[in-house]
Structure formats: C-alpha cells, structure tokens
C-alpha cells in the first residue's frame, strides 16, 4: 500500500493485530453522541466507497436525525473537483490524489487536502466461478489487460490456453471487464499492475464495481478487476504473484494487513481542512463516528478491512482531534 511516511509503522502494529478472522479493533472507542449537531453534509467521489459511505451515513442519522447526508459516487477523479468548488464536505476515493489534484487544492486554499485512511480494500481480480484457474502473476494480469505489456510478460495473452488451460477451455478467448477512467480502481490498477501502460480497446468498461463482478458472473470466459468487497458467490478472486512462478499470495484479510498482497491499498476520504483551525462540530462527529468501534463495523459489513486503533488515532490527530474526546490520549 503506496501511503504517506507518518502511516507506515502504524500499518505493521495492524498486521500484528490482525488474528485470522476480520473483526474490529476491541480496543476503539464506542461513539457517544453529542449535542448540538445538524446541517447537511455532501460526499463526492469513490464508487467503490459508496456502499461504505451510505453505511457510515446511515449509522450518522440514527443518531442525528435533524442530519441530511447526500452521497454521490461516480468516481475517485470527481473528488478534488468537489472539494476545490466547494460543493462537497467529503471526498471518499480508492487512491490517493494525484500531485495534480494536490497543488489545484493548495492554490485555491493555500493548504493541501486532509487524507484520512479510513479502511483497507484488496482490489481482486476474478474470474468465473467455474473458471479451474488458481492463480495468475501480475505481469500475466498485465499481458491480458494491457497492449503495452511493461509487466515483461513474453506474449500477448488473448485465450485462456495462453494462461496454461486444456480442453474446452484452450481456444477460448478472454472476455475483460474493466472500470472507466473516472474510477480510482482503474487508476490504481492502471498504475500498479499495467505500470501506467495502455489498457486494451476491448476491455468492457463497466460503471462501478459491482458491475465489474455481475459482468464476470454472467460471462464463463469473463475476467474482471474489483474491490473484494463486491466479491459474491458466482466469482472467484484468484491469487496473484508479484512475479511469474513466485509466490502465490490469496485474497485473504491477513495477506491485505501484512501488506503480502501486491494490490491492498487504502481507502481514503479527503476533508479541506486548514491545518491548526477548528474543524465544524457536524464533520468533527461525522470523522468520529467513521473510527468508532461502530463505523469500523460498517467497515467490515461492506466486505472491508477496519483500520486498527494507533492508525485511527493518527488520522483524527491530523484534524486536530483525539480518539477519545474525554481524555487527552489518543
């Protein structure tokens, strides 16, 4: 997971933590409302965080029900946008911005964007769930998205029987389903696994993530890129290799905390924030409620990994605020 320098030691504490099974750090803080908060918040961004943001959304209201939170998710490239005009509160996106969307941030306001890791996601690549592929490396991923090929793969791979399948199966062409450019996941996985080469014209682009899953379900021959939280029974997320023949690493919750799977990343939400201002009482609760024991549970119920309590100490301190707002400790 690419992160900034202060999120690295708290990344290992989590992978000590993590146990075999995905379950909420027992050591954060259950949310406490508070009195006085209302208004209207807007999130613009991430598709593949909409599920997670309605969840946090939903979870806010029961306890502020005089709150209106409006949630669109179209992208992780209509984030920046957003919040540079102003007319979202809070902009959700599977990768990080771009130094691009940085600077146009700073030159409006003077500051950069406030980044907050808010859950872990393993982008999985799928394929049907009658598919008898294991497991692929990540330059045989490239050399069947990308007509570029600078994974080093030795030849295009067009059929499954150039990716080593018998039978029925050998002369059966790939059939790719993919995001559109606005998406964050493209981005991500353009740049890691296609090492920011071309994807091929005949990558069937799909809305959202969900899409990417349903299309490789309905397709026998299908192989498609998603968030593991859209992962259902028709598909099957196979395990992937940093290099062809090494080791095979699966697309369990464990490899995502160790940072062993090669395409774990963050999910962040972006918050314009002047550094050393007062944040409003209506984000100050709604960040809160995201890194409470009962936000991190909306975290693992969308198919997330939850963020672990030093990292989520880390985040509200950058906003100026503590765990635990009772007590001065994170």
């Keep these: 997971m690419r992160s900034p320098a202060w999120l690295v030691p708290f990344v290992l504490v989590a992978s000590v933590a993590s146990a075999q099974a995905v379950s909420v750090d027992p050591t954060l803080p259950s949310y406490k409302p508070v009195s ?9 961004g991430s598709d593949s965080m909409n599920n997670e ?35 979202a509160q809070f902009g959700p996106m599977s990768r990080e911005m771009k130094a691009k969307e940085i600077d146009d941030f700073e030159k409006k306001f003077g500051y950069k964007p406030t980044a907050l890791p808010t859950s872990i996601d393993m982008l999985a690549v799928y394929v049907h769930k009658d598919n008898p592929l294991a497991s692929l490396s990540l330059a045989q991923v490239d050399a069947i998205f990308s007509k570029t090929r600078k994974g080093g793969f030795d030849k295009d791979v067009k059929t499954w029987g150039d990716l080593g399948l018998t039978g029925d199966w050998a002369n059966k062409p790939i059939s790719m389903y993919g995001r559109n450019s606005a998406s964050g996941t493209y981005g991500f996985f353009k740049e890691i696994v296609l090492k920011n080469g071309d994807f091929k014209d005949s990558v069937k682009e799909q809305p959202g993530s969900s899409s990417v899953v349903q299309g490789v379900a309905s397709d026998l021959y299908g192989i498609g890129y998603s968030g593991i939280g859209y992962k259902t029974a028709d598909v099957k997320a196979l395990g ?54 009962e936000g991190q549970k909306d975290v693992v119920k969308d198919g997330y990994f939850p963020v672990r309590r030093p990292l989520a100490a880390k985040a509200l301190q950058s906003l100026g605020l503590t765990l635990d707002p009772a007590s001065t400790k994170g």
């Design 53 to 87: 943001m309605t969840l946090w959304a939903e979870g806010f209201y029961r306890l502020y029900p005089n709150v209106k939170i409006e949630i669109e998710g179209k992208g992780s490239s209509t984030a920046p946008a957003a919040l540079i005009a102003g007319t």
């Design 240 to 293: 992937l290799s940093e290099k062809t023949g090494g080791q095979v690493v699966a697309a369990d919750p464990q490899n995502a905390y160790t940072g062993d799977y090669p395409l774990a990343r963050f999910l962040w939400l972006y918050i314009n924030h002047k550094p050393g201002s007062e944040i409003d009482a209506l984000r100050r609760e709604f960040v809160r409620y995201i890194f409470s024991m």
């Design 36 to 44: 006085g908060v209302s208004g209207s918040l807007k999130s613009v």
